[in-house]
């Protein structure tokens, strides 16, 4: 079955620096990429997604990269703010009839210091 | 448009006990999954359900048992509880169709096994 792995763990970043976290996956089939960002005792929110036929994708400060050869893509946060700390999931969605089944990778804990 | 709904939010049970965790979708959407969090990992697959039949199961025990029903909220069921099982369990709902798409979670229910 599909196995995502992320990294890092934990990301320091100082406010207005960038933040980059990378995933991989083992299933080549998976056509469905998408991060979550989890407030500490909050639920996860889908802050931006991408599709295996697409390359990148942006929004405003948000961007996701797809490797679809090396089975891997990053997320990328430019001038980071306090409110950016919280916990990231990369995740990848395997191939279903119908809806998606979602295999997350371990998270990664952003702290942006002000 | 009403969230997803989760209740209750905290349980505690005890080894060998039964629990039922219930769901209500975000108006709309057909397809419910459910994710188990354990502390500090990133959630993972149960199951999900489409149209009340059960689309799809991550790798958990038979223990593990769900329903939908026909206005689309949904219970998880964990028999003969074990320590493991603590952890936070999340409702995703979201609309059932042959492209995945966003999770919309709820807020979760924490549940502690003593």
């Known amino acids: 079955g599909e196995n995502v792995e992320q990294h890092p763990s934990t990301l320091s970043v100082q406010e207005g620096d960038s933040a980059v976290i990378k995933c991989t996956y083992s299933?080549?089939?998976?056509?469905?990429f998408p991060w979550y960002k989890q407030e500490l005792g909050k639920r996860p929110q889908l802050i931006i997604d991408i599709r295996s036929n697409v390359g990148e994708k942006k929004d405003q400060r948000i961007a996701v990269t797809l490797n679809k050869t090396a089975k891997h893509f990053s997320l990328h946060i430019t001038e980071t703010q306090p409110e950016d700390s919280a916990v990231y999931f990369c995740a990848a969605s395997p191939i279903m009839e119908y809806g998606n089944k979602l295999v997350f990778g371990a998270g990664t804990i952003l702290r942006v210091k002000s | 448009e009403t969230g997803v709904t989760q209740s209750p939010t905290h349980l505690i049970k005890t080894r060998g006990q039964q629990v039922t965790l219930r769901c209500s979708s975000q108006s709309g959407h057909n397809t419910v999954s459910w994710y188990q969090q354990a502390l500090g990992q990133g959630p993972q697959f149960i199951f999900q359900?489409?149209?009340?039949?059960?689309?799809g199961r991550g790798n958990f025990p038979p223990r593990f048992s769900g329903l939908q029903f026909p206005n689309y909220s949904s219970e998880l069921n964990v028999n003969a509880l074990e320590l493991d099982d603590s952890a936070l369990y999340l409702c995703?709902?979201?609309?059932?169709?042959?492209?995945?798409?966003?999770?919309?979670f709820g807020e979760g229910s924490r549940l502690t096994v003593l």
């Open positions: 995703a709902s979201s609309l059932g169709r042959s492209t995945p798409g966003e999770l919309f």
């Open positions: 299933d080549s089939a998976s056509n469905y």
């Open positions: 359900y489409y149209r009340e039949e059960e689309n």
